[in-house]
């Protein structure tokens, strides 16, 4: 990622330069970039030269492997454009459909053409596509990244490879380079007291003319733990952060949005030093902002889709699609024809689950709508996009937070799904797409790994209806983990495989791992006593007894739904006499009495959530949904923010509800006593948080989530 910038990088970031200086002076930018032919990867790649730590520039420009040519970026590229189709497990659930490309380059011939496998046949089939497959032309893939993945599938993606750039294993992910590994400690200490968020390193963000820029976001790398620490500028332009380790560091603005970029490393910090004034220069004189990959890798999918060129209908569609896998700009990524498109949206809402294995198909009229909306705006001769206007910048209680943010091992397929603390402050979390349990030492950035034996095998006499959505490639159920929480009492981590259908249990003291079938995959809740296992499966809530389960893998006890199947959401309340569950309706058990209530509610959604002190069940939809045992209300709560919507919703001690704000960039937290809402605009533009975890032994509460993309993060309000 570091090294000399190639002269194909020198001359995208100069086109780019160009392209921003003519959006002030009225010229068309979109040309100044098709003259050069650059992709969206080129322009990225560009860009990551001027700031190598932006997460999602390091996305779009398929480099966070750090490879910049050669098979170990084609194994980047063909993971970002070819994997979800030609993986093994897709390979096995659907035979003929997609082929293994595994050993491509020894078979005699392509099986879709016939013609003699060489670099000139696969490369033609790839810019060609098939009755299936996409058309990757240059506005997709440039003949670099073309050269990049034949290399991979010729030398890297072979039984001989070496392992650092072999075929794409979800077991065995690349390594992340932004990553240190430290010595994993055995506790992760307790958090700071917001008393010691303050004191540490301090500076101001002005304009060449004096005047102070309120609402951005400053951030410390450290050099040494990869850790970042991100505040905000208060109305006078001054930012602060909590004492920090002495070291060296390396300063940025990550989102300056309207504002050029600013990094600058090897800063050398030592108790409350003094930063020099970071002077903030506009990217342009007016409200709008060119779509470049600059501009466009700072946005969150909230603020693209409301500036997208679509009518309501169209926008309601887009804000669905992939909202909970990636956010719309990948679409700004993508150029295809309407055919190509219509090839991809098919594979994405006509197979179900994340990894898209089964056909299930979705609704066709809106499928249509959606490829015709990316043919228009989105296609090889379509109009540039529409300028830009971000959200207005954070201010008042929202910048009073610091957040902090932990790289992980893995590059590729890290997708996090559940966090969860312990009593000894380290954070235990869940790949969705790897077969590990991980472990976060918050003070080195250290994480621990722990993996998973193999799945137990599916008993035998269970009924083919019971079975049918679990994948069952020939080389083994598809990995990776899901729910995840730990007992109190003892420390034992509880947790899913995803796909396996059972249920885990890992001693911390030891790392031993058991694997139990139960049937059911997804979430389930633990009861505050550690005593039982909860879930809606088949219209019926199942409690299991965690001291029989894992050698019987059966429920003790079982109620009968009459109206929901089941729930995605699966909670207990705090004294573990109630039991709850969200998604298409909401569930209330009284465990005590055996009183059961489904309830309809009309938002969307996922539905995962909590109950709060009170005993009133919160979940996460289009809005925060709140159901009341005592009078039987459904209230329903939007965020200030358009087009986001929530997957889980927790709540803290004092009652108030905190939830990620899935393509808002933000992390909500909902006082419902008085209405107010705080938002927390994050450093990355992603908040795709599927369930998170609140510490409330730190007066304000701490809130963590793990990212679908990759890192783990905390924040920790001032007020």
């Known amino acids: 990622m570091h090294n000399q910038p190639s002269k194909r990088v020198k001359t995208a970031a100069i086109v780019i330069a160009a392209a921003i200086l003519s959006w002030s002076w009225g010229t068309d930018w979109r040309t100044l970039l098709a003259q050069a032919a650059l992709t969206p990867t080129d322009e990225a790649v560009a860009e990551l030269e001027r700031d190598p730590y932006d997460r ?18 084609g194994q980047e590229v063909f993971y970002m454009r070819c994997w979800n189709c030609h993986n093994e497990y897709t390979v096995a659930a659907e035979p003929g459909a997609a082929p293994s490309l595994r050993d491509l380059y020894k078979q005699p011939r392509l099986r879709v053409s016939g013609q003699p496998v ?47 750039a072999g075929c794409f294993d979800l077991h065995n992910p690349p390594a992340d380079p932004l990553y240190q590994r430290q010595a994993v400690a055995a506790s992760g200490g307790q958090a700071a007291p917001a008393s010691r968020l303050r004191g540490g390193p301090r500076g101001v963000v002005r304009t060449a003319d004096r005047r102070p820029v309120g609402g951005l976001m400053g951030q410390l790398i450290s050099a040494s733990t990869s850790i970042r620490t991100t ?36 800063i050398r910090i030592d108790g409350p030093t003094a930063l020099p004034d970071i002077v903030a220069e506009r990217v342009t004189k007016g409200p709008f902002l060119p779509p470049t990959a600059s501009i466009l890798t700072q946005l969150t999918g909230a603020e693209i889709l409301t500036s997208m060129r679509a009518t309501p209908e169209e926008r309601m569609a887009l804000e669905g699609c992939g909202s909970a896998c990636h956010g719309p700009d990948y679409i700004y990524r993508a150029r295809f024809d309407e055919a190509s498109w219509r090839k991809l949206v098919h594979r994405m809402m006509d197979y179900g689950f994340r990894v898209l294995l089964f056909p299930q198909p979705g609704d066709r009229d809106e499928n249509e709508l959606i490829v015709k909306w990316l043919g228009r705006n989105h296609g090889l001769d379509a109009p540039p996009p529409a300028p830009i206007e971000p959200f207005p910048r954070p201010y008042g209680p929202a910048t009073r937070a610091v957040i902090t943010e932990y790289e992980l091992p893995w590059a590729l397929a890290d997708n996090i799904h559940d966090v969860a603390g312990d009593a000894d402050g380290n954070i235990w979390f869940t790949p969705n797409k790897n077969p590990i349990i991980g472990k976060l030492n918050p003070k080195t950035g250290a994480i621990a790994e722990y993996r998973l034996p193999p799945a137990p095998p599916i008993p035998p006499g269970m009924a083919p209806s019971e079975r049918q959505d679990y994948p069952k490639p ?65 219209r019926k809530i199942k409690q299991y007894d965690t001291a029989t389960v894992m050698q019987t893998g059966k429920p003790v006890k079982e109620y009968d739904l009459t109206r929901l199947n089941s729930t995605y959401g699966n909670f207990l309340s705090r004294d573990g006499r109630y039991f709850g569950g969200g998604g298409s309706g909401i569930v209330w058990l009284d465990t005590q009495t055996g009183e059961l209530r489904e309830i309809a509610i009309d938002a969307r959604g996922r539905g995962r959530g909590d109950f709060d002190r009170d005993g009133n069940i919160w979940i996460g939809t289009t809005r925060l949904v709140k159901y009341d045992p005592k009078t039987g209300a459904v209230g329903e709560y939007a965020a200030p923010t358009p087009n ?18 899935m393509q808002g960039g933000r992390v909500a937290r909902f006082n419902p006593k008085t209405f107010r809402w705080i938002e927390y605009v994050l450093p990355n533009p992603w908040s795709f948080d599927y369930h998170s975890w609140i510490d409330d032994s730190t007066d304000p509460p701490t809130y963590w989530y793990g990212d679908n993309y990759g890192y783990i993060v905390r924040i920790q309000p001032l007020e």
């Not at 001054?238 to 989102?255: H, I, K, Q, S």
């Not at 995840?484 to 420390?491: E, L, N, S």
């Not at 911390?508 to 006593?529: E, K, Y």
């Open 118 to 164: 060489s670099d000139e046949t696969v490369a033609a089939h790839i810019r060609r596509g098939s009755p299936r497959m996409p058309a990757y032309t240059t506005a997709m893939v440039s003949d670099a990244e073309l050269a990049d993945l034949l290399s991979y599938l010729r030398v890297g993606c072979s039984s001989s490879a070496p392992t650092d």
């Open 231 to 266: 505040v905000y500028t208060d109305e006078l332009g001054r930012y602060e952060f909590p004492p920090v380790d002495a070291g060296e560091y390396t300063l940025r603005l990550p989102r300056p949005l309207e504002f050029q970029r600013h990094v600058r490393g090897g």
């Open 56 to 73: 999602n520039l390091a996305l779009w420009a398929m480099r966070r492997s750090g490879a910049s040519s050669g098979p170990r970026r």
């Open 474 to 538: 020939v080389a083994g159920l598809y990995p990776g983990t899901h729910w995840i929480q730990v007992d109190r009492h003892t420390g034992t981590v509880w947790f899913t495989d995803t796909w396996a259908g059972t249920l885990g249990r890992l001693d911390p003291r030891t790392g031993d791992i058991q694997l139990v079938f139960t049937g059911l995959h997804g979430n389930v809740g633990l009861s505050p006593d550690g005593k039982s296992v909860w879930r809606t499966d088949q």
């Open 644 to 661: 986001i919507h929530f997957y889980t919703a927790r709540a803290d001690k004092n009652g108030e509800i905190w939830a990620g704000e």
